[in-house]
């Protein structure tokens, strides 16, 4: 069966069931084979044919912590980010209602979420981004930007803890409002940091 060959009532009996389901299956991880509960979800995720069910269980003890603003979506992530900075592009800045966003870029892989989020995929100028967020609030959580294969963006506004975000690069500089000063001490790129 293909993905969204399921009628609108089937989809919603079958994320109904998921969500019953959800909280024994996130259980059961300890006692399990991590990649068989991941792929016991996956396959719920395609038999509701879209909508979007938790595949991963947010490790609280995770440096990186973070949630929306309704709380219905949290993320963890581990390690130290690849890079942090802010963003001065007009789409970044359309999507903030800013002249700038706060980002940290981790490996693929290294951020858990936990929450149902929404994407639109996004072609820009500096190319295509896929941008994740809360279906219900509306808080940007994550990005997939092309122009950087292998990373997860993570935006800085969400962490629990503020203090952890420790920028160091402004990207698009070129793009940077009047009203808005790029900081002092990162370095700057007009376009997209070299990789």
Not at 40 to 57: H, V
Not at 166 to 179: D, F, G, L, M, S
Request: hydrophobic share 40%.
């Amino acid at each position: 069966m293909k993905p969204g060959a399921l009628g609108t009532t089937h989809r919603l009996a079958v994320t109904s069931v998921a969500a019953f389901l959800l909280p024994a299956l996130q259980k059961a991880k300890v006692a399990c084979n991590a990649g068989l509960f991941t792929s016991l979800l996956r396959m719920m995720d395609l038999l509701s044919g879209g909508f979007t069910l938790t595949t991963e269980i947010v490790d609280k003890s995770a440096a990186f912590t973070g949630r929306c603003l309704c709380g219905k979506v949290a993320f963890a992530a581990e390690g130290p980010p690849a890079f942090a900075g802010f963003c001065y592009c007009t789409r970044c800045g359309r999507m903030s209602g800013s002249g700038r966003t706060p980002f940290l870029g981790f490996e693929d892989g290294m951020i858990s979420v936990s929450g149902e989020m929404e994407s639109f995929h996004d072609e820009g100028e500096a190319g295509s981004i896929e941008r994740l967020f809360c279906g219900t609030c509306g808080t940007r959580m994550l990005a997939r930007p092309g122009s950087a294969p292998g990373i997860t963006i993570l935006y800085a506004g969400g962490l629990d803890d503020p203090t952890l975000f420790k920028p160091e690069i402004a990207i698009h500089v070129a793009q940077c409002p009047q009203w808005e000063a790029v900081s002092a001490g990162l370095a700057a790129f007009e376009g997209d940091a070299p990789p």
